[in-house]
């Protein structure tokens, strides 16, 4: 069964870069391809919010209106894993970021994930 495991969090100043990745394991040789990747994020006090998401593939992307223009995500089908990248980091930032994964997911709806890592925690602070 598919497994995904966050690193990556921690604590940065406002204005700052992190970047978070995503590993998968427990799955044939050659098929994170077949699965829609996503990250998630999770305010103290806020419902869970899509932040990016990126095809099997790589060709299509759908980035979050709160964080559009300051976060990049990709992947890299050899190694299962999923990056993303975090630039000009804000307070309103702070979160649990989490990664998910499917086989049938073409965007950022968090009922369409079936597989979900356990979160990486992101503060943003002086």
């Known amino acids: 069964q598919l497994q995904l495991a966050e690193s990556g969090g921690g604590l940065v100043q406002p204005g700052g870069s992190l970047r978070l990745s995503c590993a998968a394991s427990?799955?044939?040789?050659?098929?994170?391809?077949?699965?829609?990747v996503a990250w998630f994020r999770q305010a103290p006090g806020k419902e869970r919010e899509g932040v990016a998401y990126?095809?099997?593939?790589?060709?299509?992307?759908d980035i979050g209106n709160a964080v559009n223009g300051r976060f990049t995500i990709s992947r890299d089908n050899a190694r299962n894993t999923a990056t993303l990248e975090m630039n000009s980091l804000k307070s309103e930032d702070t979160a649990v970021y989490y990664c998910?994964?499917?086989?049938?997911?073409?965007?950022?709806?968090?009922?369409?994930?079936?597989?979900w890592g356990q979160g990486t925690r992101v503060s943003v602070s002086l």
């Open positions: 427990g799955l044939t040789a050659g098929t994170f391809s077949q699965y829609a």
């Open positions: 998910a994964a499917a086989v049938l997911a073409w965007g950022l709806t968090e009922s369409d994930y079936d597989y």
């Open positions: 990126i095809s099997g593939g790589g060709a299509h992307i």
